[in-house]
Antibody
């Protein structure tokens, strides 16, 4: 069974840091890109960050709201994705979901990530003094 | 950044009725559009990708259509488990933005 389990959430003061983990099982982690999506209390979904598989460079993308403060990374040997969150703000308070992002090829070594097909249950981050 | 708008914000229908949800993009996303369903207290799940392709295990009563900037998710006959919030997401340009969601609730 494919599973994603987030951990590392909690209560943190503004300006501090937190690292989220997404522990995966049931699939070949290294073959997939991964993302983080968040949802503030009572609000909609916000895409946060994305990391490609090593095959496609392991490069990353970020939402403007977190760029320069958050860093996504991956450890393929342990099948874990991370989200390092620095300089946290009250507006970062949310449930953070980890997702798997499958792709298909478009030719010329170009791929398209067509949807977030597996989601974790989420971990809650509360930024408050 | 591509902005997605969804309408209506809330759709009140009865089981068995047809639901039609709209998603409009601020610029063309070609066919790179996905739909997700989120039930209360649960993580979202992928329903539709590439405008009209159902994800694994998604019933045939869910269908998607559209291209460019205007997209539609249709639920042909609402089942009790379909009452939820639905989000569209464009995946053609970074950042991969979501729409604000449409809540389908029981009339």
């Amino acid at each position: 069974e494919v599973q994603l389990v987030e951990s590392g959430g909690g209560l943190v003061q503004p300006g501090r840091s937190l690292r989220l983990s997404c522990t995966t099982s049931g699939f070949t982690f290294g073959d997939y890109a991964m993302s983080w999506v968040r949802q503030a209390p009572g609000k909609g979904l916000e895409w946060v960050s994305f990391i490609r598989s090593k095959r496609y460079g392991g490069t990353t993308e970020y939402a403007a709201s977190v760029k320069g403060r958050f860093t996504i990374s991956r450890d393929d040997s342990k099948s874990i994705a991370f989200l390092q969150m620095n300089s946290l703000k009250t507006e970062d308070t949310a449930v953070y979901y980890c997702t798997r992002d499958p792709y298909y090829g478009l030719g010329s070594n170009t791929v398209y990530y067509y949807g977030m097909d597996v989601w974790g249950q989420g971990t809650t981050v509360t930024v408050s003094s | 950044e591509i902005v997605l708008t969804q309408s209506p914000a809330t759709l009140s229908l009865s089981p068995g009725e047809r639901a039609t949800l709209s998603c409009r993009a601020s610029q063309s996303v070609s066919s790179y559009l996905a739909w997700y369903q989120q039930k209360s207290g649960q993580a979202p799940r992928l329903l539709i990708y590439d405008v009209s392709n159902r994800a694994n295990g998604i019933p045939a009563r869910f269908s998607g259509s559209g291209s460019g900037t205007d997209f539609t998710l249709t639920i042909s006959s609402l089942e009790p488990e379909d009452f939820a919030v639905y989000y569209c997401q464009q995946r053609g340009n970074w950042p991969f933005t979501f729409g604000p969601g449409t809540k389908v609730d029981i009339k």
